[in-house]
């Protein structure tokens, strides 16, 4: 549930809300230690744990490159699905070893918690 918290290794499977900071903070509060969020409209999101921004097309990574992180829409320009994976892994790798990601670098840290109601 909504606030459950992880209880093992593996995957785990939180209901949550679809607000984007909402749904963040409660991953955050269950245990994540790193969000890989995949966004085609760019958002500026950064959360309590460092947030991997995956632009969805490459037009929105090169117009928002200081708030995303992977050009994912390489995919679909270069298609080689398999480099692309490896490069992303290699990535999160560093991430999860100390790097920054973008919204780290730029202090964006937002926390919101569901209420029943508007979240603004």
Do not use: H
């Amino acid at each position: 549930q909504y606030t459950d918290v992880v209880r093992g290794k593996g995957l785990n499977l939180l209901s949550g809300p679809g607000n984007d900071a909402v749904a963040a903070t409660a991953l955050a509060a269950a245990g994540c230690q790193l969000l890989l969020f995949t966004t085609g409209r760019g958002t500026p999101l950064g959360t309590m744990v460092p947030t991997v921004k995956i632009a969805t097309n490459s037009e929105l990574f090169q117009r928002k490159s200081n708030w995303m992180d992977f050009d994912a829409g390489r995919v679909l320009r270069e298609g080689q699905l398999d480099n692309l994976a490896n490069e992303l892994l290699d990535f999160v790798m560093a991430v999860a070893s100390g790097k920054q990601t973008q919204s780290e670098k730029l202090g964006f840290r937002e926390v919101a918690i569901f209420k029943n109601g508007v979240t603004v």
